[in-house]
């Protein structure tokens, strides 16, 4: 005969990261005889971050943008969340007119001299670097303060394009190798495609660990099970139904509570 037990959020451990879960049992203990555990189902909300400082280190890069005879480098620093490219490339832009490093075309439209998006053909995220003019294009104008404004550093003498530094760690979110892109300043069209496969979601599947079990065909040896995130993304909810139970030996053994650790 089985026995039911479930956990959800009342049985939180706080921890900082809500991932470990304890069911006291009734009473003192449970004197484990002849016993197996498996899980029958897994439901949760996918609140999995992709850029995180702390975790993952790879929220940083940064952007030379062409001005006078130099260039200006711009700090980007994404917070954390989860982001698409699209996103990542709406914080750039946000951050480039933090700096005034942008034009107003005729229409009102602000204009950014560097792209960021998915190239689902390739698979792969694509970068896209325009040359910024040396003069203002009839009908344009200027920000109002800030880099190309009438009192910063000015309109390169050089229609170069921008260029962007890719940062170990968030390299692997784009999927380039850690390096400066175009190495050298250039003027015309730069567009480049990752050189390697990008992980926009860090993590592939995630590890359940029982502290019932003693599994000697795991490292280590509490793994009771794993998923994936089922094809979810942020806020959407993760739901697991295995086809099959994997029935796994609980040593013979006293104890006074169950703890179940999600890792990733």
Not at 46 to 55: G, L, M, Y
Not at 145 to 171: V, W
Not at 226 to 254: A, C, H, M
């Amino acid at each position: 005969m089985a026995d039911l037990i479930n956990l959800n959020s009342s049985n939180i451990v706080p921890n900082g990261f809500n991932n470990v879960l304890r069911y006291e049992f009734s009473g003192s203990s449970v004197n484990f005889t002849n016993s197996e555990i498996t899980i029958q189902s897994i439901g949760l909300n996918n609140s999995q971050f992709n850029i995180d400082k702390n975790q993952y280190a790879n929220t940083t890069f940064s952007i030379k943008m062409p001005t006078g005879a130099t260039t200006s480098t711009i700090n980007i620093d994404l917070k954390d969340g989860y982001y698409s490219y699209s996103t990542i490339n709406g914080f750039v832009r946000n951050q480039l007119e933090t700096a005034g490093a942008y034009l107003i075309d005729g229409s009102g439209n602000y204009v950014h001299y560097i792209r960021i998006q998915e190239n689902p053909t390739y698979y792969a995220c694509q970068i896209d670097l325009s040359p910024v003019p040396i003069s203002l294009p009839v009908g344009w104008s200027r920000p109002a303060t800030g880099l190309y404004s009438l009192t910063g550093t000015g309109l390169p003498t050089t229609a170069y394009t921008p260029q962007i530094t890719i940062q170990p760690n968030f390299n692997k979110i784009v999927g380039f190798t850690s390096a400066t892109y175009p190495a050298t300043q250039q003027t015309s069209l730069q567009t480049f495609l990752s050189n390697f496969t990008p992980e926009i979601n860090p993590v592939s599947n995630y590890i359940i660990r029982c502290n019932l079990i003693n599994n000697k065909y795991s490292n280590p040896p509490d793994i009771i099970g794993s998923f994936t995130n089922q094809g979810t993304t942020i806020g959407q909810y993760i739901e697991v139904k295995p086809n099959e139970y994997t029935w796994l030996e609980i040593p013979d053994s006293v104890r006074s509570y169950i703890e179940i650790i999600i890792m990733d």
